[in-house]
């Protein structure tokens, strides 16, 4: 019988070599142009059959590959993290269970399979939010799979959408558009706003925090959020058939607002929740702008440096005894080198620092909207956006690396082995990845024509808003605006312009108050009283005078004597 150990060692070593094998021929495919569709026959009864049908391109391979590799390495680093936990088998097979859904959905090119893994990520992700069992992870649980289920719903309303063409196989409407696909794409869109945590769904995001962290290294890097984005990317070729205003301001809205956030959040796992909520809406702006290549291309390269952040704020979490506040973290490189080291690595690449991962995807990303023709709206938020993301990622390498005020006492936490290893594969792919990837993807070079106050602006706001996040931890900024005659502007802009607030509070309060009067008006009422309980009361009162005259009370006995008296009088 295999031990604890060899459990989570087993399966980081499979998901691994799958992973790779997975990616490898994934890249081959793309550099031959080679689509493979698997058409399974499960059960063929008088002339139906009922087929499962399995696609396998450049992208799904890439995809799966990716989620395997990092999927791995975050089992891998669960058999330290989770080392001490008592149900820690159950929490292995719950992390496979949410990697196979995302294979799942990752490879079918067709809606009812597609929502057998969108589901099943619903379900598992439900669990894992809900492990530690708390209050506070049960509400986060519950805001998670309620408005996760909005999108499960759109889901299954394309699919009855899509009983108007024959087939629920999406890859055969790709190159036409009818009126009629104008509703498919808006519930698809939908569907991918809700898993992808846009506005005005983005309140679950930072709330699923509450999961172990390697839960959240995968749902935050490859796994979940992910879903949505991939889902629009797959059918891009329908949604920019339309007019994507609308729906590119939200997004972008989304980028603007969580970057905004994070520079006012000292909570270390809502800060880099509120990160992924930001490069999310960075990726759904540059599809909804035309081009859902280069969102795919984030998608790969923030799915390496954001898995490898989680697992380095897990780390230094677990060493601070469970403290998230990032002002109790000074000067831990001195007692987490190793691990400060890949925290720093994969925050450069999330600023898109230039020859790190994330660099080829972010430059190419402006430069392509730059080149896109929109508005001056879009174009002062995109570069606002990248300066909220290193203005926040330097306050928080400021206050953890560089702080004097540390909390660390003598721990019983430290860096060990299989952590290091688990973070030294993802520190590798989040400086290297970028450019292998950019090769693989864009063999041909493509011209991008622009003067140079425009091809430098990227770096220019990079640069600023690292100064600010640095003058904004030196003279304590932070703090200063959460002083009285700040406070109300700190508040709205901190959780997000209040909109766990509507996404709670308000949706709920009126059926609140509508189920409260509808149970003082009938459960706590007359009617409840004279109907339904009417014949309950006659038996009970039945049942107390029978129960009165059996016990020979001498009461009844004088009583009916009386009666037998006045009766004999008349």
């Not at 973070?423 to 450019?435: E, K, R, T």
Request: glycine content about 6%.
């Amino acid at each position: 019988m295999l031990s604890n150990w060899s459990v989570y060692l087993l399966g980081s070593l499979i998901l691994f070599i799958l992973g790779v094998f997975s990616f490898f021929i994934g890249s081959l495919y793309l550099i031959w142009d080679y689509v493979v569709i698997m058409d399974w026959e499960i059960l063929s009864l008088n002339g139906c059959s009922i087929t499962m049908t399995l696609l396998f391109d450049w992208m799904s391979l890439i995809f799966v590959g990716s989620v395997f590799i990092i999927s791995s390495m975050v089992i891998y680093y669960s058999e330290s993290y989770m080392g001490s936990d008592l149900n820690k088998v159950r929490f292995y097979f719950l992390v496979f269970l949410f990697v196979m859904s995302m294979m799942m959905m990752i490879v079918s090119p067709n809606l009812m399979s597609i929502l057998i893994g969108w589901d099943g990520l619903g379900l598992v992700s439900y669990c894992l939010v809900i492990y530690f069992q708390n209050y506070d992870s049960y509400s986060a649980g519950m805001l998670t799979i309620l408005i996760n289920r909005v999108g499960d719903v759109a889901i299954l309303l394309a699919i009855a959408w899509m009983l108007n063409y024959g087939s629920w196989h999406y890859i055969y409407y790709m190159g036409m558009w009818d009126s009629f696909e104008f509703y498919l794409v808006s519930l698809i869109v939908l569907a991918g706003f809700t898993k992808s945590a846009q506005i005005p769904f983005s309140s679950w995001l930072p709330a699923a925090m509450a999961a172990p962290t390697p839960v959240s290294s995968l749902v935050h890097s490859s796994t979940l959020v992910t879903a949505g984005v991939y889902l629009l990317v797959r059918f891009s070729d329908m949604i920019l058939n339309m007019d994507c205003s609308f729906i590119l301001g939200l997004s972008v809205m989304t980028m603007f607002v969580a970057s905004l956030s994070a520079n006012f959040e000292f909570d270390l796992s809502s800060i880099i929740a509120l990160s992924t909520l930001s490069q999310l809406g960075l990726m759904m702006s540059i599809l909804f702008v035309g081009y859902p290549i280069l969102a795919f291309f984030h998608l790969l390269t923030h799915a390496f440096f954001k898995a490898l952040l989680f697992l380095c704020a897990g780390l230094m979490i677990h060493c601070m005894s469970d403290s998230q506040d990032i002002r109790h973290m000074g000067m831990m490189a001195n007692q987490l080198p190793f691990t400060c080291t890949c925290f720093f690595i994969s925050n450069m690449s999330l600023c898109g620092v230039p020859f790190m991962s994330g660099f080829y995807s972010k430059d190419l990303i402006m430069e392509m909207m730059m080149m896109s023709g929109y508005n001056f709206f879009i174009f002062m938020i995109f570069f606002l956006s990248i300066g909220g993301t290193v203005s926040y990622t330097v306050r928080v390498i400021y206050y953890i690396v560089f702080s004097n005020v540390s909390m660390y006492v003598c721990q019983n936490y430290s860096e060990d082995s299989i952590m290091m290893s688990s973070m030294i594969v993802l520190a590798m792919l989040s400086i290297f990845a970028g450019s292998m990837l950019s090769w693989l993807i864009f063999p041909i070079p493509f011209l991008i024509v622009l003067p140079v106050y425009l091809k430098v602006m990227p770096l220019i706001f990079i640069f600023t808003g690292g100064l600010l996040g640095y003058l904004s931890c030196v003279y304590n900024i932070s703090s200063f605006l959460f002083l009285k005659r700040f406070y109300l502007f700190s508040f709205f802009v901190g959780p997000m312009w209040f909109m766990s607030y509507f996404m709670t509070s308000v949706v709920c309060k009126g059926s609140f108050y509508l189920a409260k009067s509808y149970s003082e008006s009938m459960d706590s009422g007359w009617g409840e009283f004279l109907v339904s309980k009417s014949l309950v009361s006659f038996d009970s009162f039945i049942s107390r005078a029978m129960n009165h005259y059996q016990y020979n009370n001498v009461s009844v006995y004088i009583m009916v004597i009386v009666f037998i008296f006045i009766f004999s009088l008349i």
